[in-house]
């Protein structure tokens, strides 16, 4: 009889233990996804601000300024001790920077070359590439409901997002290249953090200085091939050079809470979470510069991504809804190559 109460009081004491870990895990994904969402918004909402009042378009150089604050950033913090000695190979460095770099610049692109339509959808498609790319890197499963749920996503973005769609041969090279390198960079995210055991700001500590150098040297020329002025010839102001001071520290927490998200979770579920992004900046957009385009076509896009990223979150995270394959494979990996949990934990401490 002891040894059976001993056995129930432990059963228990694992269940409530279990329950408490699920309960902190639930709580630290929120506040992790929170802190991405108002972070990109934010910047959204800035960027938009100083680039149609202040005349500040050259996007390149103003992203290689953003990632020179946040090296700036990891540099106090490692003297100061919050950031730990880590390792990272330098060719995985230079695929990751590669991968990052050709997004931003193919975004800019892509916008540039393509109708706001078409730059939509090519947006939409990141979700389906980022899900070839576990399926066949990862060896990820996905359930009926989890397809499912992605597809309404979709459709609801596409409703209230895409209007007129036109395109040209060079705007879909673009469109190609950006799409495939942002979720490659996404995809990289996440496996450079479980495979080297990184956390969000040693990931970040690594690959912000090498971005911010490529960025602000290639920024300028690439700013003045795609809007035909020199940002050396930009007439700054008090206002313009406070809302890129702005703009670079919002930025600081926008590339954290990317990295942070994409470790907890991964890039496809960050991708199809970050469309609620798109719902409130289009919300936000609406109340803060006119409505104008606010229709009922609108409202119901609106209304069936948000139904589908619930289905999603609820389809992922049931059993068999979102799964590897080959379990045995990942838990013999050696003590260097840390699993996705360990990535987790170090992010949870941040």
């Given at each position: 009889?002891?040894?059976?109460?001993?056995?129930?009081t432990?059963?228990?004491?694992?269940?409530?233990t279990?329950?408490?870990?699920a309960?902190?895990?639930?709580?630290?994904?929120?506040?992790?996804?929170?802190f991405?969402?108002?972070t990109?918004?934010?910047i959204?909402?800035?960027?938009?601000?100083?680039?149609?009042?202040?005349?500040?378009?050259?996007?390149?150089?103003?992203?290689?300024?953003?990632f020179?604050?946040?090296?700036?950033?990891?540099?106090?913090?490692?003297?100061?001790?919050?950031?730990?000695a880590?390792?990272?190979?330098?060719?995985?460095?230079?695929?990751?920077?590669?991968?990052?770099?050709?997004?931003?610049?193919?975004?800019?692109?892509?916008?540039?070359?393509?109708?706001?339509?078409?730059?939509?959808?090519?947006?939409?498609?990141?979700?389906?590439v980022?899900?070839?790319?576990e399926?066949?890197?990862?060896?990820?499963?996905?359930?009926?409901?989890?397809?499912l749920?992605?597809m309404?996503?979709?459709?609801?973005?596409?409703?209230c997002?895409?209007?007129?769609?036109?395109?040209?041969?060079?705007?879909?090279?673009?469109?190609?290249?950006a799409?495939?390198?942002?979720?490659?960079q996404?995809?990289?995210?996440?496996?450079?953090?479980?495979?080297?055991s990184?956390?969000s700001?040693?990931?970040?500590?690594?690959?912000a200085?090498?971005?911010?150098?490529?960025?602000?040297?290639?920024?300028?020329?690439?700013d003045?091939?795609?809007?035909g002025?020199?940002?050396?010839a930009?007439e700054?102001?008090?206002?313009?050079?406070?809302?890129?001071?702005?703009?670079?520290?919002i930025?600081?927490?926008?590339?954290?809470?990317?990295?942070?998200?994409?470790g907890?979770?991964t890039?496809v579920?960050?991708?199809?979470?970050?469309?609620?992004?798109?719902?409130?900046?289009?919300?936000l957009?609406?109340?803060?510069?006119?409505?104008?385009?606010?229709?009922f076509?609108?409202?119901?896009?609106?209304?069936?991504?948000?139904v589908?990223?619930?289905?999603?979150?609820n389809a992922?995270?049931?059993?068999?809804?979102?799964?590897?394959?080959?379990h045995?494979?990942?838990?013999?990996?050696?003590?260097?190559?840390?699993?996705?949990?360990?990535?987790?934990?170090?992010?949870?401490?941040?």
């Open positions: 009889m002891k040894t059976e109460k001993i056995l129930v432990n059963s228990l004491i694992e269940k409530m279990s329950a408490k870990m309960d902190r895990k639930a709580m630290l994904d929120t506040a992790s996804w929170m991405n969402v108002v990109s918004v934010g959204i909402l800035v960027n938009k601000a100083l680039m149609a009042k202040y005349g500040f378009t050259f996007a390149t150089t103003l992203t290689g300024l953003h020179a604050t946040t090296t700036l950033l990891t540099v106090l913090l490692r003297r100061l001790g919050y950031i730990q880590s390792h990272l190979p330098f060719s995985e460095l230079l695929k990751f920077v590669i991968f990052a770099n050709f997004s931003i610049v193919g975004m800019n692109v892509s916008l540039m070359w393509n109708s706001v339509g078409f730059y939509q959808i090519a947006k939409l498609s990141m979700i389906p980022s899900c070839f790319l399926v066949v890197l990862d060896k990820m499963r996905y359930s009926r409901d989890t397809k749920s992605i309404v996503v979709l459709l609801g973005v596409a409703v997002t895409v209007t007129d769609v036109s395109v040209n041969a060079k705007g879909f090279i673009a469109a190609l290249v799409v495939w390198s942002t979720s490659l996404q995809y990289y995210v996440h496996y450079l953090q479980r495979n080297y990184l956390g700001f040693n990931l970040l500590g690594h690959t200085p090498a971005q911010a150098a490529s960025l602000l040297v290639l920024g300028p020329f690439l003045y091939q795609l809007t002025k020199k940002v050396y930009y700054s102001s008090l206002m313009s050079t406070l809302f890129i001071i702005l703009s670079c520290t930025a600081v927490g926008t590339n954290l809470s990317q990295f942070i998200c994409i907890r979770f890039a579920s960050f991708q199809v979470l970050g469309h609620m992004k798109t719902i409130l900046v289009l919300i957009g609406f109340i803060l510069f006119g409505k104008e385009g606010l229709n076509h609108v409202i119901m896009g609106m209304i069936i991504a948000v589908g990223m619930v289905w999603y979150g992922s995270a049931m059993p068999g809804g979102k799964e590897r394959r080959s045995s494979s990942l838990t013999n990996k050696s003590p260097k190559h840390g699993s996705s949990s360990e990535s987790s934990d170090v992010d949870d401490k941040v």
